[in-house]
């Protein structure tokens, strides 16, 4: 039914306008307050200043890629998984190298732990920990061929490219002269076909921290899935968002940010979203849950136009012709530009949190290797969806007022 159009005065419609402005102004001044800045405990840096001394290569990350894929699959406690290990800790010479060997739920896995320390280290010293798993699946359960999804797959990107993007960091990190420890963790069976989906790597790290390694660990970041050639990394959940904080303003300088200029004044490409959450479990979950600010940056939409957890992931064509230097080498530089800005290190070591409340979501909510959630900005979508709400009754009232002022006059 049609409504007779109500004439609005001048001064109403005014009133009107003002309000709706108000209101556009405070919910554009909610969503900048949310999509900038970095959050306590970590503090903003300048990675411009960085950029020229970046040295990760992404060629021979892409290298590391094709060594391990040539090694065969890299199951929990097969020769191939071994022949990795060997061949990295002939290379780790200047870290402190430990393996730790574990079975769990009938799988025997081993952990390979890499620590540079400062020379001035005590048990205050922040910790980063920079993670990938090395393993890869032992079934290719989402391949189109039914008669070969018994299999193992490669793991080109799922398994390699992480480990790939650690073992080039481990060239580099140690001319950086850092002031605090890092270790670099390459968790086993992290993709074990298991329902519910565990990390037995990560899980037996977790488990050996004391209360003094929690509190001095300021950040854990995985690394995994990152050599897509159509690389798009967004904001995944459970984590930290205090962590999370830090590396929009690293992806911008970088010029990973669409719409954002980096620091040459160049608008960037659109490889990182922090607009887009998805939900996953992996190696970031048990460090998170204990309180470690943890975040896992991946690309879940494996290959061009892959929605999530589709495309090749966990199938027979996660081989290296589907991985790309340019991607290795543009996460690699993200993960090396926040180590030398001290972008992951608080000033004082911080007290075992609980994980922040609007990231306390449990392993079995978080998205298992059969199902997935994405999200855009709910809180802002809910934000701007009230303020339209408001503002569209504030003008109906507006109308009504000023025709019962004019059939009374």
Not at 19 to 37: C, D, E, P, Q, W
Not at 56 to 68: E, R
Not at 107 to 125: C, G, K, R
Not at 389 to 403: E, K, P, R, T
Request: with cysteine; hydrophobic share 40%; proline share 6%.
């Amino acid at each position: 039914m049609l409504m007779p159009k109500a004439e609005v005065s001048q001064p109403s419609r005014l009133a009107a306008t003002t309000a709706i402005v108000l209101l556009f102004f405070m919910s554009n001044t909610a969503i900048i307050g949310h999509s900038t800045g970095v959050q306590s405990p970590f503090e903003s840096v300048e990675p411009c200043p960085m950029l020229e001394q970046l040295e990760f290569n992404g060629s021979a990350a892409n290298a590391s890629v094709h060594w391990q894929v040539d090694l065969g699959p890299r199951i929990p406690g097969s020769n191939a998984s071994a022949a990795l290990r060997e061949g990295f800790k002939e290379n780790l010479t200047q870290w402190s190298v430990e393996e730790r060997t574990y079975t769990d739920d009938n799988v025997t896995f081993t952990n390979l732990i890499a620590s540079l320390q400062p020379e001035q280290f005590n048990e205050t010293t922040p910790r980063v920990v920079i993670v990938a798993h090395y393993d890869t699946r032992e079934v290719a359960d989402r391949d189109p061929d039914q008669n070969r999804t018994s299999e193992p797959i490669l793991g080109a990107n799922d398994g390699a490219s992480g480990t790939a993007v650690l073992f080039e960091l481990s060239r580099i990190i140690p001319t950086m002269n850092l002031d605090y420890e890092v270790e670099l963790l390459w968790t086993d069976a992290e993709d074990v076909n298991r329902t519910p989906h565990r990390v037995f790597g990560a899980e037996q790290w977790v488990a050996r921290q004391t209360p003094v390694d929690v509190s001095r660990t300021s950040a854990f970041i995985v690394v995994d899935m990152v050599g897509d050639a159509d690389l798009q990394l967004t904001h995944t959940w459970p984590g930290s968002n205090a962590l999370w904080s830090t590396i929009s303003p690293l992806a911008t300088a970088l010029g990973m940010v669409e719409n954002e200029s980096d620091c040459y004044g160049i608008n960037g490409t659109g490889t990182f979203d922090m607009k887009t959450s998805i939900g996953v479990t992996d190696d970031h979950v048990p460090a998170h849950n204990i309180g470690i600010p943890a975040i896992d940056l991946i690309d879940i939409q494996y290959g061009e136009g892959a929605l999530p957890f589709e495309g090749y992931w966990h199938t027979h064509e996660d081989t290296p012709d589907k991985v790309s230097a340019e991607s290795l080498q543009t996460v690699g530089r993200l993960v090396e530009l926040g180590l030398r800005t001290n972008a992951w290190v608080t000033q004082n070591a911080p007290l075992p949190p609980s994980p922040e409340v609007e990231d306390q979501t449990s392993t079995s909510n978080a998205v298992s290797s059969t199902e997935s959630e994405i999200e855009t900005l709910p809180l802002l979508g809910t934000i701007a969806l009230s303020l339209t709400i408001i503002a569209c009754g504030l003008i109906a009232f507006l109308n009504m007022w000023v025709g019962r002022l004019k059939r009374s006059i």
